[in-house]
């Protein structure tokens, strides 16, 4: 019975990830007054590139054709563990270090893909990755054990489940540890400030850069896996940092959950829509940052 | 079968070592060079199988093994007494265990060293540091101990510049040799003070009658203990012998020496903060964890600006022991504190790292001499695309560069994750001193794991991937077979190590409480399903894990399968903006990590200098060459060891004044001194 929970998790993220890419999108083509892309437009471009024809670089390896599968495939493992609508099953990805550290597992294998192609951008892309994810980590995993030290568990269901009940005083950390968690997943999933989503302007893309080469069904693989890892993210972080509406039937707990997420990608949106890009040697700041306010919530949290 | 190996193991294991030795020299000396080489490694493979078992055995039985050759021998005195209880059974193994591997290496690069250099002394010196790593961690008594390390010490020094045509082989092996004594030096010292206080030299009796010295002197023997043993562990600053010995060895040398031989001076450390001194003061587990926090950051952060493949991974030596102090600290902390149930949990995590690091040390080591064997260049920026020549090579380098990062699902992983718990038990328990250092630990460690991934990105990415960016790929070829055994011997235990983590977890926390003698009320590491659990806080399934990235992979087919299968595949150039790609456009070991050196440049302290030259020195409008040199200044020689050797030669220079030559003078000397001893004496 668990592991159906936790397929049909999988599922419902896999399947709804591109949708989430969808909404951003037209939220801010409406904040630039466009009428923009149907929000469906994320799925008709999959399964566009399933169907299109391949074209590999001669200098690659293995490397570069197994790496979509291998970082597909731990968006999916990790695609269990989020807590969307039972809070009870054990998940093995769904310990926050676990979850950290199959998130860079994922980077590793796009970075080695990125040098594999042997030109100027994967490698420089590659670079760029791994200098964010090393950075990044810090926030990305003091701010999820922070929120472990509250609820008493480092399993992300076992908090989705516990928090609520904490009463107002005990949550007051959280608030500082969502922003550090909100920087990550900015950094993480190559949104503004830290990459443009949008680019394929050499001086300022990272993740773009790195999946340069991809063609085909690789790259419908690789497009897929990264909006899995968003809506993932965007699903932790409503579900951990605003643990409410977690009581309740399946069907409210879901609705309400649905309204959450989709708040969330406006925001991603809004923020998206009024920020500038940072400087890349800016960017260490703000990851640091991020990391100093997950310390400073668990001092408060343990003292 | 097991008590005979009880029984016999241990003399069978030294024995073999011993036979390989003396037959590499004599065989060495009737000119079959080739045959004492063959002859020392497969003794030391046979020794190495034989002292594993040993090991297991030990371990198996669940009872300390006490031998007493002097006893047998009758000269009454309890000098050659070994005593091999839990922890030493586990150092026995996994340092039998790896050089297995490291041996079959060894016998299978006879033709590199063939000819070249005289491989009799080698074969000798080779089975010697290993039989004389055995010795340290079975020794029951500090004369024996010391003995051992000496042996091991020496040993190794003449390892490191086998190769000696090479003159920085030599330079490294004399500052090696000469950390290495003043390391024992102090050691010495700590063994001293504890004979004047106790009256022996017996490990038993020290146990038994700790509290004969008084607490400051305590301070004192602990304080000259751990610096004798982190300079040979290379905690930093103690650790720049560390990266020009371990590479100028060769290969599986090495190995033994990054992935093993560092770790005796754990070994000890453990013996000496947590078995001789049950009770030390809390500080001692702060300033470890400390020291920890320090040595691994700093360490991957110097790794990161290497392109030596070598010294890359003895940078990583220093990073990992700084992991494993965080471990140990941690344990030290919570037994001071009185809280012995994570006290084994850390001390059970710092175990793993100790035999993980073992394992993927090793093999990564392993596989780089491959590399180093097929280019004859050790710099990163010469390879390239070797994954095409060399599969088998870069497959195995990276089962190795995923476990060092701590990426799950392999055993790397599974050793962070317990100390992380550990840490995060100190920071929720503890009282807010060192909660705030259990905090700096842990913070160390999360930015640790990201930078060691970047580091092992640019290693393997730069080595194994993309285009060749030199000749060096010309002459390539995948390594014999007993090689790639070796190789895959490591990786497979890599994998192991991880997969079985909650059959492991629990043994080794029986080691770690028979080291507090807590038998009795066993640490339950391992909750039902394959996982290990902590006590509700968090549980660790690697089972679970690998099944979830398993599945998910195989999803990923399922679906591509599904809905892509007459697409066509073309291979084609890589797209360059329209001009054609040289190899030059690649990214480089350097430039990959210049900008993570750069965000750390306050402590890094890169240089930069840039040389022009134009073609006209009056207009310099046009320029004909110009070079970049980027390096990092070697700080710890700058203000730490410059000044220290400047101070000793002032010192030096000072007393040559009482050199006179004239006979007479000395004369006065020797019998000034006489009196002032009778003096002394007489007092």
């Known amino acids: ?303 | 079968m097991i008590e005979m190996l009880v029984t016999y193991g241990f003399f069978a294991t030294l024995g073999c070592f011993i036979a390989g030795a003396l037959l590499s020299i004599i065989l060495s000396g009737r000119g079959a060079e080739k045959d004492s080489w063959l002859f020392a490694h497969a003794l030391a493979v046979f020794g190495g199988l034989l002292g594993l078992a040993y090991g297991t055995a030990v371990l198996i039985s669940g009872e300390a093994v006490t031998i007493q050759i002097g006893g047998a021998l009758g000269f009454g005195s309890n000098i050659l007494d070994f005593r091999i209880d839990g922890l030493a059974a586990f150092f026995f193994a996994f340092i039998s265990g790896a050089s297995v591997a490291a041996s079959l290496f060894g016998a299978g690069s006879l033709k590199h060293f063939l000819g070249a250099y005289r491989l009799g002394a080698f074969g000798f010196f080779y089975n010697v540091f290993i039989g004389g790593m055995l010795v340290v961690v079975s020794a029951d008594n500090a004369l024996l101990f010391l003995f051992g390390w000496e042996i091991m010490a020496i040993a190794s020094y003449f390892l490191v510049i086998f190769e000696r045509k090479r003159e920085e082989n030599v330079r490294a092996g004399v500052l090696y040799i000469l950390i290495s004594q003043l390391g024992a030096t102090f050691l010495l010292a700590a063994f001293l003070l504890l004979y004047r206080f106790i009256g022996s030299w017996d490990f038993d009796t020290i146990r038994a009658s700790i509290d004969l010295v008084p607490p400051l002197w305590q301070n004192t023997i602990l304080a000259l203990a751990l610096v004798g043993l982190a300079s040979k562990a290379g905690v930093i600053p103690l650790h720049i012998w560390l990266p020009e010995a371990h590479p100028a060895a060769p290969s599986h040398v090495s190995a033994l020496m990054s992935g093993v031989m560092v770790k005796t001076a754990i070994f000890m450390i453990i013996r000496f903060f947590i078995e001789f001194f049950p009770t030390p003061h809390m500080h001692w587990g702060l300033l470890l964890i400390a020291l920890g926090a320090v040595s691994s950051l700093l360490g991957v952060l110097y790794a990161l600006s290497e392109h030596d493949i070598k010294r890359l991974l003895a940078f990583h030596s220093v990073e990992n022991i700084g992991i494993i102090l965080l471990g140990i600290g941690a344990a030290v902390t919570f037994f001071s504190l009185g809280i012995p149930v994570a006290g084994v949990v850390a001390l059970a995590a710092a175990l793993y790292h100790t035999v993980n690091h073992a394992l993927f040390k090793g093999l990564l080591f392993l596989s780089a001499g491959s590399v180093v064997h097929a280019t004859h260049t050790r710099n990163m920026e010469e390879y390239g695309g070797l994954i095409k020549v060399m599969p088998w090579t870069a497959a195995f380098f990276l089962i190795g560069a995923f476990a060092i990062s701590g990426l799950p699902p392999l055993n790397g992983f599974v050793s962070e994750w317990l100390t992380f718990q550990s840490l995060f038990a100190g920071i929720a328990l503890l009282p807010l001193l060192p909660k705030i250092v259990f905090l700096a630990g842990a913070s160390s460690l999360v930015f640790t794991g990201g930078l060691a991934a970047a580091c092992f990105v640019k290693a393997f990415g730069t080595t194994f991937l993309a285009r060749p960016r030199s000749s060096a790929r010309e002459h390539a070829h995948e390594s014999s077979l007993i090689i790639l055994v070796s190789m895959g011997i490591l990786a497979a235990f890599v994998v192991i190590f991880g997969l079985a983590a909650s059959s492991i977890t629990p043994v080794l926390a029986h080691i770690a409480e028979g080291v507090r003698g807590l038998a009795e009320n066993p640490v339950p590491l391992v909750s039902p399903a394959q996982t290990i659990g902590l006590g509700g806080f968090s549980a660790l399934s690697m089972l679970g894990v690998a099944a979830a990235l398993g599945l998910g992979i195989l999803l990923a087919y399922i679906i591509t399968s599904l809905t892509s299968g007459r697409q066509k595949v073309t291979v084609s150039r890589t797209w360059n903006c329209g001009t054609p790609l040289t190899s030059r456009m690649e990214i480089t070991a350097t430039s990959f990590s210049r900008s993570l050196i750069t965000i750390f440049r306050r402590v890094l302290r890169p240089t930069m200098q840039s040389e022009v030259e134009y073609h006209d020195a009056v207009s310099r409008y046009f320029t004909k060459s110009k070079a970049v040199h980027l390096s990092l200044p070697d700080l710890y020689r700058m203000y730490l060891y410059g000044p220290a050797t400047a101070l000793i030669e002032r010192g030096a220079n000072k007393a040559k004044r009482i050199q006179t030559g004239n006979l007479n003078t000395y004369l006065l000397y020797m019998f000034l001194t006489l009196m002032l001893l009778l003096l002394w004496a007489l007092k």
Not at chain 1, 1 to 23: D, F, K, R, V
Not at chain 1, 100 to 115: I, Q, W
Not at chain 1, 238 to 249: E, K
């Open chain 1, 1 to 303: 019975m668990e592991w159906l929970y936790l397929l049909l998790n999988t599922g419902l993220i896999a399947a709804l990830s591109p949708l989430s890419l969808g909404i951003i999108r037209k939220a801010k083509a409406r904040m630039q007054n466009r009428v923009g892309a149907s929000t469906l437009q994320p799925y008709r471009d999959l399964v566009k590139l399933f169907r299109k024809d391949e074209v590999i670089s001669e200098d690659t390896s293995w490397i570069f054709r197994a790496a979509p599968y291998l970082i597909f495939g731990s968006t999916l493992a990790l695609a269990a563990a989020v807590p969307l609508v039972n809070f009870t099953a054990f998940s093995p990805t769904g310990d926050v270090l676990v979850f950290a550290y199959t998130l860079a597992a994922g980077a590793f294998f796009l970075a080695l893909a990125g040098m594999d192609t042997g030109g100027a951008f994967g490698g420089f892309g590659a670079s760029r990755e791994m200098m964010m994810v090393a950075l990044a980590e810090g926030g990305l995993v003091l701010s999820l054990v922070g929120a472990s030290f509250i609820a008493g568990t480092t399993n992300l269901a076992g908090m989705a489940l516990m928090l609520p009940a904490l009463s107002g005083g005990a949550l007051v950390p959280l608030i500082l540890l969502a922003v550090s968690f909100a920087i990550a997943l900015l950094a993480e999933n190559a949104r503004y400030p830290v990459d443009n989503p949008a680019t394929h302007l050499e001086l300022t893309m990272v993740h773009e850069a790195m999946i340069l080469e991809y063609s085909g069904k690789r790259l419908a693989l690789v497009e897929w896996a990264a909006s899995n890892k968003l809506l993932i993210f965007t699903a932790v972080f409503v579900n951990i940092f605003f643990p409410w509406g977690i009581a309740g039937s399946a069907l409210t707990v879901l609705a309400i959950f649905f309204a959450k997420i989709a708040l969330a990608l406006i925001s991603i949106a809004l923020l998206e829509s009024v920020m500038a890009k940072l400087r890349i040697f800016r960017v260490p700041d703000l990851l640091l940052s991020s990391f100093v306010l997950s310390l400073i919530a668990i001092l408060i949290i343990v003292v």
